[in-house]
Nanobody, 124 residues
Framework: QVQLVESGGGLVQAGGSLTLSCAAS????????MGWFRQAPGKEREFVAA????????YYVDSVKGRFTISRDNAKNTLYLQMTSLKPEDTAVYSC?????????????????WGQGTQVTVSS
């Protein structure tokens, strides 16, 4: 049973930076694409970024382009999300999820394993 565990969340001032990590158990991490999603209070969960299984292609929601970077280290079974120039509207619970073996997809229902999430709070 694959498990995903996020870490790295916290409280940061606007304009600051944080790096989230997502550690995956098991030996199949490199077989799947991965994604980051977030859910702000009172809002639906939304797609943030995704990366192919080899890490050679990425995709971002428009609101984070140029500020966030998704990456992965398959040797360490770890997914990352580097967040810079953070804004109060980035405040949310961030979750990583396992996607399909092919491509990059933004549709949540195609992600089958989810972490518990880590809180990111950006103060103004």
């Amino acid at each position: 049973q694959v498990q995903l565990v996020e870490s790295g969340g916290g409280l940061v001032q606007a304009g600051g930076s944080l790096t989230l990590s997502c550690a995956a158990s098991g030996r199949t991490f490199s077989t799947y694409s991965m994604g980051w999603f977030r859910q702000a209070p009172g809002k639906e969960r939304e797609f943030v970024a995704a990366i192919t299984r080899a890490g050679d292609s990425t995709y971002y929601v428009d609101s984070v382009k140029g500020r966030f970077t998704i990456s992965r280290d398959n040797a360490k079974n770890t997914l990352y999300l580097q967040m810079t120039s953070l804004k109060p509207e980035d405040t949310a619970v961030y979750s990583c999820a396992r996607g399909p073996t092919y491509g990059i997809l933004t549709t949540q229902r195609l992600y089958d394993v989810w972490g518990q999430g880590t809180q990111v709070t950006v103060s103004s």
